[in-house]
């Protein structure tokens, strides 16, 4: 197949190459100062990039920082800054990628997205990213709205967020042919170096976005905080009563107020005065007492916040011990009443003991039984302080046998305990029985009369002794007495009793006189 040649003059040619070699040393010339321009923009906007990227790192340090130190109070801040962080890079890294694919579209797949040998390409940006078959501008787009429509929620302060929601705007824009959508009006027709910078732009906004939502976080985290502009060092004593061999425990505290603004506090549904933190409260009875309160404090941001507290004290009766060292005794085979009680602690707390008899509690009274045989009864008093049981108290008694009781007869106006006194004959006959007991004001103990005898004297001075039945009189007895006449006199003797301990007594025996 023969191939047909238009034959151009020599001159022609030459004519025609040097119009092309101006041509193209005009466009180089021309856009060269422009692109230059265009490079150190992208330039400056990579290093305020990585400037961006330092700042957002330490914010998001120091926020994951505080959660370390207090999970409670940071936690939520740094699953929120954790959400913010891996959005903005999901973004971020597209962006990336596009900037990447539009330098290989220029120079090839050896291209440095950092040295873009063909900067003035016109076809590369609008190939990558307005393509129908990638839309990547599209997409682009639709992320960019998304990012911004979700890291808004983040950022509390609503003139910031405005702010932020224009500037990441990807609405339609004016152009000398009309109004386009946001990416032709991007990336149709521009430059390689022109759309790089732009996509670096973008990225700028993105970090500043980041920056403020990250700074907004950690600000929240301390918003809620009171404010103070004075602090003190309190000791806070759980008791300030400590016996021997107790510990003393109290909480050092720091406390940080606000004396610009005082607290309301109610105590049991009362307020107290204006400016007046100290609770005070008469005690008018012993025990448990316990009371509620609520705080009202206003915090940085204007809301109140209410603390409830509870506290509870002890009241105890005024007490002194007060024993004779000779006197530290107790008597076999009764019941011994003993008082225990441990300033500053109330009887719950108190623990008793006994080494050497039985120990039994009615109410708030103790008593001790000493056991058979026994010697020295020791009584060994705990209380429970400060969350610990010590030993506070430990007394011996020495145990003793009852003295011996003192026999009366008893009759309906009351005891007769024998001459000088006397007693009348019908009030003698109506008596039940022989009675004996120890009742000296210190000791009330009964005894059981077993039998006695009474000795009568005739009028020949002769003695007739009569026996009684058990503790009553006899018979023969109340005969006996019957006819005695008044200023009479006869003896009550053998006088037997048991007591509580098991003992039979032989008692004093008395003179019975008849008025």
């Not at 063909?118 to 590369?124: F, K, P, T």
């Not at 056991?371 to 003793?400: C, S, Y």
């Amino acid at each position: 197949m023969s191939r047909k040649f238009n034959r151009v003059s020599p001159r022609q040619r030459m004519i025609n190459l040097m119009y092309l070699v101006l041509t193209a040393m005009l466009a180089f010339n021309i856009s060269s100062d422009v692109l230059d321009g265009v490079s150190q923009v992208d330039d400056g906007l990579i290093k305020t990039n990585k400037a961006l990227q330092a700042r957002n790192d330490i914010l998001f340090s120091q926020i994951a920082e505080a959660a370390r130190i207090n999970p409670t109070k940071s936690g939520n801040a740094l699953i929120d800054a954790t959400q913010v962080v891996e959005m903005s890079n999901l973004l971020l890294n597209t962006i990336d990628s596009l900037k990447l694919e539009i330098a290989r579209e220029t120079d090839g797949k050896d291209a440095d997205i950092t040295h873009i040998r063909n900067r003035e390409n016109l076809g590369a940006a609008s190939e990558v990213m307005l393509s129908p078959t990638t839309n990547s501008g599209y997409s682009l787009r639709q992320n960019i709205n998304e990012f911004s429509a979700r890291i808004s929620k983040f950022i509390s302060d609503r003139s910031n967020t405005d702010n932020i929601v224009s500037t990441l705007s990807t609405n339609p824009i004016k152009t000398s042919e009309g109004v386009v959508e946001w990416e032709i009006a991007k990336f149709n027709n521009q430059p390689v170096i022109a759309a790089l910078t732009q996509l670096s732009k973008i990225q700028s906004d993105i970090m500043h976005t980041e920056s403020e939502a990250l700074t907004s976080l950690l600000n929240g985290i301390d918003a809620t905080d009171l404010r103070v502009n004075r602090t003190n060092a309190f000791v806070i004593p759980k008791s300030q009563i400590v016996m021997q061999g107790g510990e003393y425990c109290a909480d050092i505290v720091l406390a940080a107020i606000d004396s610009t603004s005082q607290p309301i506090i109610e105590i049991n549904r009362v307020k107290l005065p204006e400016g007046n933190s100290v609770y005070r409260s008469t005690a008018t009875k012993p025990g448990k007492v316990t009371y509620n309160g609520l705080m009202s404090v206003t915090e940085r941001d204007g809301s109140i916040r209410k603390l409830p507290f509870t506290g509870e004290y002890y009241v105890i009766e005024p007490t002194a011990t007060i024993s004779a060292s000779m006197m530290n005794i107790v008597y076999a085979g009764i019941e011994n009443p003993i008082s225990v009680s441990v300033p500053g602690v109330i009887d719950s707390n108190v623990e008793v003991d006994v080494a050497g008899g039985k120990l039994s509690k009615i109410g708030t009274n103790w008593s001790v039984y000493p056991n058979k045989g026994a010697e020295i009864v020791t009584i060994i008093v705990k209380a429970l302080l400060n969350e610990t049981t010590i030993e506070v108290a430990r007394q011996e008694f020495k145990v003793r046998l009852l003295p011996d009781p003192t026999a009366f007869i008893k009759f309906t106006g009351g005891r007769y305990y024998g001459s000088p006194q006397t007693i009348q004959r019908k009030a003698l006959l109506d008596s039940p029985e022989l009675c004996a007991s120890i009742d000296d004001g210190i000791l009330d103990v009964k005894f059981d009369v077993i039998s006695f005898e009474t000795l009568f004297i005739d009028s020949m001075g002769n003695a007739i002794p009569e026996k009684s039945n058990g503790a009553g009189f006899s018979k023969r007895q109340a005969d006996q007495i019957s006819r005695l006449k008044s200023g009479s006199r006869f003896f009550i003797t053998s006088i037997k009793a048991k007591g509580p301990d098991g003992n039979v007594r032989q008692l004093s025996p008395f003179e019975v006189y008849l008025n």
